[in-house]
């Protein structure tokens, strides 16, 4: 059964800092992994798709990793602002079926002023 | 292009009552799937369906909850006899096809039951 961990469960950083979170899945065996941002009383908002065939993926000041073999992404913020503070939520797809995603429970980033 | 479109987006219900949350999908978007969150929980997973069609249920609870794609109109997760464990955010996504593509999440659609 396929686990997603993320860590932190909560971050606060001051603005302007470059800062990474971090997810990790158990079973490597995964089709793609989405990044998504979701704010307090709001839908997902998707950040970057990395398919299991590539390394990374960069959109504006994000960045995302794919390490599939150990079973670690990580999504690389920089520059951070105000307007960051929101909760991310990994979630892998695995592969032989096109349904499920499986979430991380997020982490929690603050940027203060 | 309108997002995926969820409604309504606050719901109350009370105990033994029915509950009805639609989507509809993005644009062009035939696959449909849909996802609770419980306060203080991840995202799991429910049901994925095309057209017509429930391709995998997996995650769906065996009683009181039934899902529908028509050809016509949007899906709809149907609640029955709602419970208090019930209450949560139930999230449809959409993607063009059936892997390999960006998932995408309407609003969601919080349900209270009292």
Not at chain 1, 16 to 31: H, K, P
Not at chain 1, 60 to 81: C, E, F, M, V
Request: net charge positive.
């Amino acid at each position: 059964k396929q686990e997603v961990t993320q860590i932190p469960a909560a971050l606060s950083v001051p603005e302007g800092e470059n800062l990474v979170l971090n997810c990790s899945f158990t079973d490597s065996a995964i089709y793609n992994l989405q990044w998504f941002r979701q704010d307090p009383g709001k839908g997902l908002t998707s950040l970057l798709l990395i398919q299991s065939s590539q390394r990374e993926q960069t959109s504006g000041r994000l960045n995302a990793s794919l390490d599939k073999s150990s079973g670690r992404s990580t999504l690389y913020i920089a520059a951070s602002q105000p307007g960051d503070s929101a909760t991310y939520l990994c979630a892998v797809r695995p592969t032989g079926t096109a349904s499920k995603l499986t979430f991380g429970t997020g982490t929690r980033l603050q940027v203060t002023l | 292009n309108a997002g995926v479109m969820q409604n309504p987006r606050h719901l109350v219900r009370r105990r033994g009552q029915e509950a009805r949350l639609r989507c509809s999908p993005m644009k062009g978007h035939s696959h449909v799937y849909w996802y609770r969150q419980l306060p203080e929980e991840g995202l799991k997973f429910m049901v994925y369906l095309q057209k017509e069609n429930i391709i995998d249920e997996s995650g769906m609870p065996k009683e009181r909850f039934s899902a529908e794609f028509p050809k016509e109109g949007p899906s709809i997760l149907r609640i029955q006899q709602v419970v208090r464990g019930d209450s949560a955010a139930y999230f449809c996504a959409s993607s063009l096809t059936g892997s390999g593509n960006t998932i995408y999440f309407g609003e969601g659609s919080w349900l209270t039951v009292v």
